[in-house]
């Protein structure tokens, strides 16, 4: 079946610092892929995503492309700052199969030193 | 819009006791997903309803029960609570059943 998977957390930057959180899926069908964010107290909010293959999403300066070929949308940000320190969840969904349900991955957590 | 709506925010309840948890979805929106997130065990799916019927369910034990009423809300309800039931229960809607979804701020459950 479907899956996603994300690098191990958590991930620990200084402020100003270069960003990538891996993502890679596997996916018999046409999946549309998903970051989402969790502030600390919070719900998920959705923060970028990408519905067919070399489509780039962006929100807020980060930035996923839809990768085909290596089946991956790792989640890039060129410069962090410290309210960018929360979980982070990549997830997939694929509309084709009937009996599919949105998959996420487990979470990696930002942390984002001044 | 308002967003997705969970109540109540924070419960404590007691070992053997039931709870049921409740979400207003956005309007309009029609599929409802709970989640359950602990830091153990991460996000891990407990149901979807779409248009009053189960579509999805995840690997829970029949203690966590749901529904959907005609106006699109939704409650979960957990019977004879065990300790490793706490956790924040997260309640998503979205348009259509697999759209993306849009999360509430969750009920965070205690079972002392």
């Known amino acids: 079946g479907n899956s996603v998977t994300q690098m191990e957390g958590p991930v620990t930057l200084s402020e100003e610092a270069f960003l990538t959180i891996n993502c890679t899926y596997t996916?018999?069908?046409?999946?549309?892929l998903f970051w989402y964010v969790q502030y600390p107290g919070e719900g998920l909010q959705l923060l970028l995503k990408?519905?067919?293959?070399?489509d780039k999403g962006s929100n807020k300066g980060f930035e996923a492309t839809y990768r085909k070929e290596t089946t991956s949308f790792h989640l890039e940000k060129g410069s962090v700052q410290v309210s960018d320190s929360a979980v982070y969840f990549c997830?997939?969904?694929?509309?084709?199969?009937?009996?599919?349900?949105?998959?996420f991955g487990k979470g990696t957590r930002l942390h984002i030193l001044p | 819009k308002a967003g997705v709506t969970q109540t109540p925010r924070y419960l404590i309840k007691t070992r053997g006791q039931q709870v049921t948890l409740s979400c207003s979805p956005i309007?309009?929106?029609?599929?409802v997903s709970w989640y359950q997130q602990t830091p153990g065990q991460g996000l891990q799916f407990l149901f979807e309803?779409?248009?009053?019927?189960?579509?999805n369910k995840g690997n829970f034990p029949g203690r966590f029960s749901g529904r959907q009423f005609s106006n699109s809300r939704s409650e979960m309800n957990v019977s004879t609570l065990e300790l490793g039931d706490s956790a924040l229960y997260l309640c998503?809607?979205?348009?259509?059943?697999?759209?993306?979804?849009?999360f509430g701020p969750g009920t965070r459950l205690t079972v002392t």
């Open positions: 998503a809607s979205s348009l259509w059943t697999k759209y993306e979804q849009y």
């Open positions: 996916a018999t069908g046409y999946p549309s």
């Open positions: 990408a519905t067919k293959a070399d």
């Open positions: 997830a997939l969904s694929d509309l084709r199969n009937r009996d599919d349900k949105i998959i």
């Open positions: 309007s309009g929106h029609r599929s």
């Open positions: 309803y779409f248009s009053e019927t189960q579509r």
